[in-house]
């Protein structure tokens, strides 16, 4: 069975920075595209961040260009999400999100990152 654990999220002053990570089990992160997301009060949950699978390329919502950073330890079997220069705005509760090729979707619990002086 997929697990996904979130970590790493807390409070943090405006032009901050916070390093979220996503352990699986179940699953070799590896060999699947894997996702951020996040879900701010009252908003829709939206795409963060992503990576694929084979190449490792990178792909990001316009408003996380140059401050985010998505990696992968194919070692340690996680998913990062280096978050710098934080705003109020990127509040919200960080979800990590895992598609098998076979098109099954598996997420964390998420971890809140709360950006406030």
């Known amino acids: 069975q997929v697990q996904l654990v979130e970590s790493g999220g807390g409070l943090v002053q405006p032009g901050g920075s916070l390093r979220l990570s996503c352990a699986a089990s179940?699953?070799?992160?590896?060999?699947?595209?894997m996702n951020w997301y996040r879900q701010a009060p009252g908003k829709e949950r939206e795409l963060v961040a992503s990576?694929?699978?084979?190449?490792?390329?990178?792909n990001y919502a316009d408003s996380m260009k140059g401050r985010f950073t998505i990696s992968r330890d194919n070692a340690k079997n996680t998913v990062y999400l280096q978050m710098n220069s934080l705003k109020p705005e990127d509040t919200a509760v960080y979800y990590c999100?895992?598609?098998?090729?076979?098109?099954?979707?598996?997420w964390g619990r998420g971890t809140q990152v709360t950006v406030s002086s």
């Open positions: 999100k895992l598609v098998t090729t076979a098109g099954y979707v598996y």
């Open positions: 179940g699953a070799i992160v590896s060999t699947y595209a």
């Open positions: 990576i694929t699978s084979a190449g490792g390329s990178t």
